[in-house]
């Protein structure tokens, strides 16, 4: 395998759209121009994709994942604008997802707070969104995080609670009299 050389990536993930200048995104049949759809109602917020870090987890999910363990590489940007990476531990008995390594990861880094999220799958899977734990232990690790999901040229980023309504937010249901 090739290293990475700092290259703008190809495949279908970001395709030419944010890259580069490139051209707009070709070949993915049904890919119109950006009319607003009911995720933009969700979200009456624009919020701007953190492209840096969608390539940052593509790089890693292309170099670093493989066989059946690593799958998924996720990257996550700090408050104070570190990125982190992660893989996934796949393992039957409930391996952690890539998502919640980069949680222990970026703690390992003194890292705390993240601001945005972002998962990308090995193969050219492109962007990923969070399986339902991970949204419900993002909700509770990081309440205003941001998760990048949406397919290639349509890739958006929207608030965890966006990804999970009538949350249930474990802090709210403690005993302990701790403010949050
Ligand atoms: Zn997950």
Known sequence: MAEWDGSPLSGSLLSGSEVGGGPRMTGHHGAGPCHPT??????TRAHPVDHELVQAAAQVARTR????????????????????????????????????VLIGT?????????????????RDRGVVPPCGRCR?????YFPAVEVIVGEADRIRAVPVTDLLPESYVWADHQLDEEAG
Request: hydrophobic letters at 40%.
């Open 65 to 100: 994942c493989r066989g059946d363990n690593h799958t998924m590489a996720a990257a996550g940007r700090a408050r104070d604008g570190r990125m982190v990476t992660a893989v996934n531990a796949y393992h039957f008995t409930g391996g952690p997802c890539a998502e919640l």
């Open 38 to 43: 009911k995720a933009e109602k969700m979200t």
């Open 106 to 122: 970026a703690a390992a880094q003194g890292v705390y707070e993240l601001d945005t999220i972002v998962a990308v799958g090995d």
């Open 136 to 140: 419900q232990v993002l909700l509770d």
